[in-house]
């Protein structure tokens, strides 16, 4: 199976499209946002500066997220993954490269979700999660509220939302979205590597066009 790098900007839905991909292709998905979150927890200085850094819509140094994906992506050496959350820059890109070879990853694709600026703020200011579950609701989108109010459905803990998910944090993420991440595509698309899924219509259509890329990616 084909790894899937995915990019996109903050809210777009790659975590839960990762999910589904984990879920129903068997791929090993290394988010670096929940990584960090997991470290962020940690009480120590390190754990305490990855907080506020996140918190505060900030990037964490490309050193320790570089490190840090280097050792996940060696544990699962020769297994399909799906990188939800790295590279948000081109230093961290060229790096991963580096890291393919040493590990021998010679198939990778690319996946851009491309979104309106309205859509995102939407799903970020509205995403609610259940800390228990993890499942993820939306207060503002029809079949993702959750039935009560700020409840969860399956384990009836209140809902709560991420730091970053404020409204200004959203922006300050977005505006570094554009400046850090969005030369990637070109980047991606120079070497032949990238696909771009339009992500403003429903999950199961933005799902389905995943799928067929990746299936097309299998049949080659
Ligand atoms: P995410 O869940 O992917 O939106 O990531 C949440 C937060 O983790 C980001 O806003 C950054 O603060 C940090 N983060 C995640 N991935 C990276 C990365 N590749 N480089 C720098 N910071 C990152």
Request: glycine share 6%; net charge negative; hydrophobic share 35%.
């Amino acid at each position: 199976m084909v790894s899937v790098i995915f990019i996109a900007p903050p809210a777009a839905g790659k975590g839960t499209i990762s999910k589904y991909l984990v879920g129903n292709f068997g791929y090993t998905q290394l988010s670096t946002g929940d990584l960090l979150r997991k470290a962020a927890k940690e009480d120590t200085t390190f754990g305490r500066n990855i907080k506020q850094l996140i918190d505060e819509g900030f990037f964490v140094s490309d050193e320790i997220v570089l490190k840090l994906i280097e050792r996940e992506l060696e544990k699962i050496k020769g297994k399909a993954f799906i990188l939800d959350g790295i590279p948000r820059n081109i230093l961290q890109a060229k790096h991963l490269e580096k890291i393919f070879e040493k590990i021998n990853v010679d198939k990778y694709i690319v996946i851009n979700l491309d979104i309106l600026e309205d859509t995102l703020k939407k799903r970020a200011t509205g995403r609610r999660l259940c800390n228990d579950c993890h499942l993820s609701y939306n207060i503002y989108f029809d079949g993702f509220k959750p039935k009560e109010e700020n409840v969860c459905d399956t384990c009836h803990n209140p809902l709560l939302r991420r730091e970053d998910d404020a409204e200004e944090v959203f922006i300050s993420r977005y505006q570094t979205y554009l400046k850090n991440t969005l030369p990637l595509i070109h980047f991606y698309q120079e070497k032949g590597l990238l696909y771009v899924v339009d992500a403003n219509c429903t999950n199961a259509e933005i799902l389905e066009n995943v799928e067929k890329i990746i299936k097309g990616e299998e049949n080659d």
